[in-house]
């Protein structure tokens, strides 16, 4: 349930990250899922997408600002989006504000993780086309991409990052002693040894 007191971002995304095993055809591949593959290290597929689409379009109008909700719903692909030209802040992990956003170039998605970012489009970055690629494997390939509109700005929302109230202070907890007597019971045995 979303806190009602949260700030109103210009928009609030979703995105679900998948990878499928394509044939020549574009079809999936018979082999896509293997005994094992799942006896291993999960399904590996060779097309990445973004809420089942390949190299998503976003398109934007510069000063917005977004909320995007990440998750990785792979079975064994990790994930490690770069966003090119932007400052992503993370605010959430696993559904979870955190107690302190950060800002963060490059992370890690692992199948089932999530993370939530507070990302702003600059009004002045001289590009129309943000990029956001996957550096997890030794070939990056894009997910996504923010297009920018021509000459359309917004006023950027200003509020304070979101981030969790009640954080457990980690001090570990105070000793206390609790005296006890401890007893035990002997019974006698037989001439060989057994319990009479």
Same mark, same amino acid.
């Given at each position: 349930m979303e806190d009602p007191d949260e700030p109103r971002y210009s928009r609030d995304l979703v995105w679900v990250l998948d990878d499928w095993l394509l044939n020549e055809t574009g079809e999936i591949n018979e082999h896509f899922v293997t005994r094992h593959d799942l006896a291993h290290d999960g399904r590996w597929g060779n097309f990445p997408t973004v809420n089942g689409t390949f190299q998503l379009p976003v398109s934007v109008k510069a000063g917005e600002r977004i909320r995007i909700r990440m998750v990785? &719903?792979?079975?064994g692909r990790v994930f490690a989006p770069q966003f090119h030209g932007l400052s992503p802040i993370i605010i959430a992990v696993d559904g979870m504000l &955190? *107690?302190?956003p950060f800002p963060i170039e490059r992370f890690l998605l692992a199948p089932g993780n999530r993370v939530d970012l507070d990302v702003t489009i600059p009004k002045k970055s001289g590009n129309t086309e943000l990029n956001v690629v996957d550096t997890y494997t030794r070939r990056p390939f894009p997910l996504a991409s923010f297009q920018i509109q021509r000459g359309k700005t917004v006023d950027t929302p200003q509020f304070k990052t979101p981030q969790a109230r009640h954080i457990p202070? *980690?001090?570990r907890p105070s000793m206390r002693r609790f005296p006890m007597t401890?007893?035990?019971m002997q019974k006698k045995t037989g001439p060989m040894g057994f319990l009479g």
């Open positions: 990785n &719903v792979a079975n &955190v *107690g302190t202070n *980690g001090k401890l007893c035990s």
